[in-house]
T-cell receptor, first 115, second 112 residues
Framework: NAGVMQNPRHLVRRRGQEARLRCSPMKGHSHVYWYRQLPEEGLKFMVYLQKENIIDESGMPKERFSAEFPKEGPSILRIQQVVRGDSAAYFC?????????????FGPGTRLTVT | GENVEQHPSTLSVQEGDSAVIKCTYSDSASNYFPWYKQELGKRPQLIIDIRSNVGEKKDQRIAVTLNKTAKHFSLHITETQPEDSAVYFCAAMDTGRRALTFGSGTRLQVQP
């Protein structure tokens, strides 16, 4: 049973470019969460999605950041016009989302470097 | 919103000793408290969790305790081994949301 998959694992972008991060949840999981981790810090919640729906985007910056989880394919976190402050590790997690199950399992992360 | 504080930020123990990491949370509506272990450059791994209807949970060498009245929970690792060295994060989730609020992490170093 494959775990949460993320790609790319490393991404380098120049200031002003766009970054697209992809996340495929574990098989059978329908809920996806994106977190950002700055160096030497904890993880900060960004957005929670179910298929074709954004449930909670309270942690996501209002500008330049967007997320989607289409009916088919992976969830995508898009960062437009990247700035140096966007450099971080971006982790995706998934959960079954059924009943009282709350466990979230993380992918390997995408390490974004903005030059 | 929820706020989780974690102490200590670093912890060094001798192999075989016990390690305790403590967290406090602010939102009394929180009812799910997982602990994650993160090795350098790796993904956070869920190692144990506890729900608010339970006071203690144990899994081999690790245990978690929860005091709902005081709004704090702790991770206990007994008989520590060098491979326990990592950063440990506590987190809390409230009833109405699915987002985890994380503590700032504890870097545990087990000296052989």
């Amino acid at each position: 049973n494959a775990g949460v998959m993320q790609n790319p694992r490393h991404l380098v972008r120049r200031r002003g470019q766009e970054a697209r991060l992809r996340c495929s949840p574990m098989k059978g999981h329908s809920h996806v969460y994106w977190y950002r981790q700055l160096p030497e810090e904890g993880l900060k919640f960004m957005v929670y999605l179910q298929k074709e729906n954004i449930i909670d985007e309270s942690g996501m910056p209002k500008e330049r950041f967007s997320a989607e989880f289409p009916k088919e394919g992976p969830s995508i976190l898009r960062i437009q016009q990247v700035v140096r402050g966007d450099s971080a590790a971006y982790f995706c997690a998934s959960s079954p989302g059924q009943g009282s199950t709350k466990e979230q399992y993380f992918g390997p992360g995408t390490r974004l470097t903005v030059t | 919103g929820e706020n989780v504080e974690q102490h200590p930020s670093t912890l060094s123990v001798q192999e075989g000793d016990s390690a305790v990491i403590k967290c406090t949370y602010s939102d009394s509506a929180s009812n799910y408290f997982p602990w994650y272990k993160q090795e350098l450059g790796k993904r956070p791994q869920l190692i144990i969790d506890i729900r608010s209807n339970v006071g203690e949970k144990k899994d081999q060498r690790i245990a978690v305790t929860l005091n709902k009245t005081a709004k704090h929970f702790s991770l206990h690792i007994t008989e520590t081994q060098p491979e326990d060295s990592a950063v440990y994060f506590c987190a809390a989730m409230d009833t109405g949301r699915r987002a985890l609020t994380f503590g700032s992490g504890t870097r545990l170093q087990v000296q052989p």
